[in-house]
């Protein structure tokens, strides 16, 4: 500051130097430029540690889910001659024997290191019995004397059929599309085109269009369960708000599986609710209701548990518009009804637009709810991701799935920026 | 349920007090053993780990529950270079896929297994088809089908496999779990397959379009279960009137709680589950030394005081007596009884390692439609 004053006390003085300088001679423009810097370096070291944090728990697992969706390793590692020698064979009739001979050696090496297991496994997603083709003939490779292509077709006769070798032709490369190919339900037919699964076959289309039919299901519950309490909330005395308040955090705070788990025995068929009606004469006793182990118990168990995110933003929204703008409305000869519509429910739709895109963004990722309540017709993409992760251990159509629907909440947030506007959104 | 609960509770409370002593011990060498919780978990505590702790007091021996994912643990230990697990509780499928992607260490048998009292080295004791290259069998078990015998009249109880897929005899909704391995076999066996030519069927095209047609019978029925623990649990709220399941589980349920649940042995499902060593554990002296003295003949019967699961040596199957808290017989409850094992089907771990991704999706598939 004191250089800056200095700086004014000279103007002050009427000096008439061309240009503004501080005590030490350097011109203020430079010098403000530099306490600028200064001020923003301290900044960004201030925000250091949250940047990394971000990059290391979020940037770079996204990417690393990114590059293993296409990545694909184990050929071109594990095979490498048949790699090298498979480039020269024309597709028409069996590989020359100069493949078989470097299969061979692959498979010796491959079976000592122990590391045939990578290529049988990649394998085996294509072709079923790839697994036993690669294991059975690595354990016996260093046996086979030349020359080795009958040896290995006598082996196996997998080895004698042109589509294995089209396959290992085609998986011979550093980077597939086959992952992202069997997340929509195509493949590769006989022919090497890509083409759709069999009907009994395809699996993800279908999930993903029920993920988003479940998700705007709940978002839309959540809304007309929600908007009524925000409302009551917002416009009671403080001492009442407050209590509901806690009714409504209450539940937010008590364990996820609790939670789901009170559903199951509410909704079951010897649940509280069945027992009620039941007793109650409205349903006879071979004719239970059936609402949990299928959709209407993931739509009901997760509309509860995600209202809290539809009643906060709808709250902080509502708190905020005047009462004084419906009274107005209303002694300017609206009907209330119409004042309502008219008046305050415009103002509320940025707390509807943030706790809907909310709602919606974590019911489409949601799957421990969906996994213990939904049966099989209630369960959600996020349901067959953690499966290929932590069953099936297909890790890269995990991923592949995955990035598919990242891409399809991005798309959704873009729309939702030129429908609504992203600058509108409040959440508190 | 709350009988588990309390026993977790203790020892959790358990492992604490032993770490908390633990502390004042330098040479203290920690293994942590990755298996599959509940009430196998605690049979493999009291036979194995408690004894050994006493005998060895240097040794910690702290439990994970995680073996339902143990080759995704494995896979993802290994590539990120950081082993942490330094025995894991396996299915023999699983370990044989971990083998030959050289994420486990392989077996000399007859070198690192304690031989039988009489002398028998361990590769001739263990039962025959057993061991694998980096697999060393426990127990045997099998996937059983069970009914909650209170849904049923007393004088037309169900007993086999057909019954189960009898919807107009034996009303009620059935849960199985939610893979095709034992449902496949079950729905051929009961659409008239002989035993010893279920996956010869199943190998083909419309040998599955077979099995699953005859699934689709009771499709309606069906409740879908994925832990081991649902089943019991679906049985016992009178949610589902038959549920296939672990024995064992079904018998600590029926034995130990008392459930009214009985079990079908009709098409038992049989199959191992055993022990591996993950590549590069920090521990490898302290394991192979529990392993040798973990698997011995006396150990292996020990087991089968706390659940109902056969040892995998054929010289510890004299020694199976009674329930250590029950005092009942455990002999007439193993899956390899007599009484037992008139219609087994042995589980083929090479036919699911060839088909599995396969009839997996077919069956995620039918089971969303």
Redesign the interface.
């Known amino acids: 500051m004191t250089t800056v004053e200095h700086a004014e006390n000279q103007v002050a003085d009427g000096a008439a130097a061309p240009k503004l300088v501080t005590a030490d001679g350097v011109p203020l423009k430079s010098s403000l430029k530099r306490a600028e810097r200064r001020k923003k370096l301290a900044a960004f070291f201030l925000v250091t540690p949250l940047l990394l944090f971000i990059i290391v728990t979020f940037i770079l697992p996204i990417a690393s889910m990114l590059w293993r969706s296409v990545d694909n390793p184990a050929l071109v590692t594990y095979l490498p001659n048949t790699v090298e020698a498979i480039e020269t064979w024309d597709g028409d009739g069996l590989p020359d024997e100069a493949v078989y001979a470097a299969m061979v050696d692959d498979l010796i090496v491959g079976g000592e290191n122990r590391t045939i297991g990578q290529v049988a496994v990649r394998l085996n997603y294509e072709m079923s019995g790839a697994r036993s083709l690669f294991s059975g003939s690595a354990r016996r490779a260093d046996e086979l004397e030349p020359p080795y292509k009958e040896a290995l077709i006598d082996l196996n006769p997998n080895w004698g059929e042109i589509s294995t070798w089209r396959i290992i032709e085609r998986e011979a490369s550093p980077i597939t599309a086959s992952y992202y190919l069997a997340a929509v339900d195509m493949g590769y037919g006989e022919d090497g085109s890509v083409q759709f699964q069999d009907e009994n076959r395809r699996i993800y289309l279908p999930l993903f269009g029920r993920t988003l039919v479940l998700s705007i299901s709940i978002t839309l519950t959540t809304l007309a369960l929600g908007f009524p309490i925000a409302y009551l909330l917002a416009t009671l005395p403080m001492r009442y708000s407050n209590l509901l308040m806690i009714f409504v955090l209450l539940p937010f705070w008590t364990s996820l599986l609790v939670r789901t788990s009170a559903w199951i025995v509410l909704l079951q068929q010897q649940g509280v609710i069945n027992e009620i009606l039941v007793s109650l004469g409205l349903l006879s006793d071979d004719n239970r209701v059936q609402m949990v182990y299928n959709a209407t118990g993931t739509v009901i168990a997760m509309t509860h548990i995600l209202l809290p995110f539809m009643v906060l933003p709808l709250y902080s929204v509502m708190k905020t518009i005047p009462p004084s703008y419906m009274r107005a409305a209303c002694s300017l000869g609206a009907h209330p009804f119409l004042a309502y519509w008219r008046v305050y429910v415009p103002q509320t739709v940025p707390g509807i637009a943030a706790g809907a895109i909310l709602v919606f963004i974590i019911s489409i990722g949601y799957y421990i709810t969906p996994a213990l309540v939904g049966g099989q017709s209630g369960q959600l993409i996020s349901n067959l991701i953690a499966h290929h992760m932590q069953s099936s251990l297909n890790w890269g159509l995990a991923a592949a799935l995955g990035s598919i629907l990242l891409a399809g909440v991005l798309i959704l947030y873009w729309l939702f920026n030129r429908l609504v506007g992203v600058e509108k959104l409040k959440f508190g | 349920m709350r009988s588990i609960a309390l026993s977790t509770t203790v020892l959790a409370a358990g492992g604490l007090l032993a770490l908390g002593a633990g502390s004042a011990n330098a040479q203290e060498t920690s293994l942590t053993v990755v298996s599959w919780g509940g009430a196998y978990s605690e049979s493999q505590q009291r036979a194995y780990h408690n004894p050994y702790m006493e005998a060895n007091p240097e040794i910690e021996i702290v439990n994970d529950d995680s073996s339902?994912?143990a080759?995704?643990g494995l896979?993802a230990q290994s590539q990120a270079g950081n082993v942490t697990w330094d025995l894991v509780d396996m299915l023999p499928s699983d370990a044989q896929?971990a083998?030959?992607?050289?994420l486990l260490m392989e077996i000399d048998h007859d070198e690192m297994l304690a031989p039988a009292p009489d002398g028998t080295p361990a590769s001739e004791d263990f039962l025959p088809g057993s061991l694998g290259d980096c697999f060393i069998p426990q127990i045997v078990y099998s996937t059983i089908m069970s009914y909650n015998t209170d849904m049923f009249p007393e004088d037309a109880q169900p007993s086999s496999i057909d019954d189960f897929f009898n919807v107009e005899d034996y009303p009620g909704r059935r849960a199985i779990q939610?893979?095709p391995a034992a449902n496949l076999e079950w729905a051929l066996y009961a659409d008239g397959v002989a035993i010893e030519d279920i996956y010869d069927v199943l190998a083909t095209p419309e040998g599955v379009d077979r099995a699953f047609a005859k699934l689709d019978t009771i499709k309606d029925e069906l409740?879908?279960w994925?832990e081991g623990s649902q089943a019991p649990q679906l049985l016992a709220?009178?949610?589902v009137s038959f549920a296939t399941g672990y024995n064992g589980r079904i018998f600590n349920a029926a034995e130990v709680e008392g459930q009214p649940f009985a079990i079908i042995w009709d098409g038992q499902i049989v199959e191992w589950d055993g022990w591996v060593v993950p590549l590069d554990t920090p521990n490898l002296d302290a394991v192979m030394d529990y392993l040798y003295w973990a698997t011995d003949t006396q150990r292996l019967a020990d087991q089968a005081k706390y659940i109902s699961y056969g040892p995998a040596r054929a010289s510890s199957a004299d020694l199976v007596g009674e329930h250590e808290d029950l005092g009942i017989d455990m002999v007439e409850h193993m899956p390899t009884n007599p009484d037992n094992y008139f219609a087994p089907i042995l589980l083929d771990n090479?036919f699911w390692?060839?088909?599995g991704?396969?009839l997996?999706?077919?069956f995620?598939?039918?089971?969303?439609q």
């Open positions: 339902a994912n080759l995704a896979r896929l083998c030959d992607e050289g939610d893979r409740v879908f994925t709220d009178e949610e090479n390692a060839d088909y991704d396969q997996r999706e077919r995620s598939n039918w089971m969303l």
